[in-house]
């Protein structure tokens, strides 16, 4: 397995970055390569994704969700994937939004990737992008404020 940790600093509430955050079918618009996120459920996601041309199709299950503290979640078969993402509040309108995921790269070019740091450039972005994003728009685009409890061992 392979991981990446990256933060960016919002300039919106902690409950406006989670809130947005939440809203996983708006990820194409600040996730590179992500071409379409539905979500099946409260607790499952679909996923389709293109990178370096190559195109793969996954479910991801939420396994935690605390609001304005963090979602988690772990891919269910096939690409094997799991993460969080962290909120902090710095004060009244700044965020951190902290992202750690660990995942498994497939075939020689996804493992050349992830040596050369493709995987940890695509996160700070993606990052970035979410920071413009909300920052552009000054409010979410929707919410959910449910609870997932995380699971026990």
Known sequence: MSGVIEHVDVSVPVRTAYDQWTQFEEFPHFMEGVQEVRQLS??????????????REFD???????????????????TQQAGVVTFHRLDESNTRVTLQMDFEPHGVVEQAGDKLGVVDRRAKGD????????????????AWRGSVDRPQP
């Open 42 to 55: 409260e607790t499952m996601t679909h996923w389709t994704v293109e990178i370096a041309g190559v195109k």
């Open 60 to 78: 991801a299950e939420i396994t935690e969700q605390l609001p304005d503290e963090r979602v988690a979640w772990k891919s269910t078969g096939g």
């Open 127 to 142: 990052l970035e992008r979410f920071k413009q994003f909300i920052e552009r728009r000054g409010q979410e685009t929707g």
